[in-house]
């Protein structure tokens, strides 16, 4: 089945800072989900974006269909950034079930 | 419009019991899918249900199973429970079957079952 992976595992930024996480996946996909875990376990939609970029607040994400690859920025980062992000891809040969990545966990410090 | 509910949202269980749990997705989503996350596994997709019927299935033993109601309301149903059963149980709903469609899936806040 694809395989996707999410990079760094790990994150830990200064409030204010800005950083970029970045999915890839190993085969052509129907579509591509950003998801936000609160510490509750609440997955949160953040981005459907198949290709092409898009912005919400000081978050965007950018899709490069054709070189298999995600990336999501968050700017100004603020505490209630924290938690776990998580990629996810469809394809409609495996009926678009969501396959996950692994996550990104980020921690946000005042 | 309300959320995907998740009905309860922690329970603990015993080795060899049984647990059902309970979805019920958004006004008029009528595609109901369920995710297993463990600290090891990461997120798997289970079962998908639409038109009380599976449409689709994940990689999961015979254990779990589910069932859809008229009313769209979804319930999973794990037997024989084991220590690794022990989980996040996520549902999440769109308007359509996932087949034929790529609606935004929204999630429910998740069932949290330890299994003693």
């Known amino acids: 089945g694809i395989q996707v992976e999410q990079s760094p595992p790990d994150l830990i930024l200064q409030e204010g800072a800005n950083s970029t996480l970045r999915c890839n996946f190993s085969d052509s996909v129907n579509n591509l989900q950003w998801f936000h875990q609160n510490p509750w376990g609440q997955l949160i939609n953040l981005f459907y974006i198949p290709s092409g970029t898009k912005q919400n607040g000081r978050l965007s994400a950018t899709t490069v269909a054709t070189e298999r690859y995600s990336l999501l920025y968050i700017s100004s980062s603020q505490t209630t950034d924290s938690g776990v992000y998580f990629c996810?891809?469809?394809?409609?040969?495996?009926?678009?079930?969501?396959?996950f990545g692994g996550g990104t966990r980020v921690l946000v410090k005042p | 419009k309300a959320g995907v509910t998740q009905t309860p949202r922690y329970l603990i269980k015993t080795r060899g019991q049984q647990v059902t749990l309970s979805c019920s997705p958004i006004s008029g989503h009528r595609s109901v899918s369920w995710y297993q996350q463990t600290p090891g596994q990461g997120l798997q997709f289970l079962f998908e249900y639409f038109s009380e019927t599976q449409r689709n299935k994940g990689n999961f033993p015979g254990r779990f199973s589910g069932r859809q109601f008229s009313n769209s309301r979804s319930e999973m149903n794990v037997s024989t429970l084991e220590l690794g059963d022990s989980a996040l149980y996520l549902c999440?709903?769109?308007?359509?079957?996932?087949?034929?469609?790529?609606?935004?899936?929204?999630f429910g806040p998740g069932t949290r079952l330890t299994v003693l």
């Open positions: 996810a891809v469809e394809q409609k040969a495996a009926g678009n079930k969501l396959t």
């Open positions: 999440a709903s769109s308007p359509r079957l996932r087949g034929r469609s790529t609606d935004t899936q929204y």
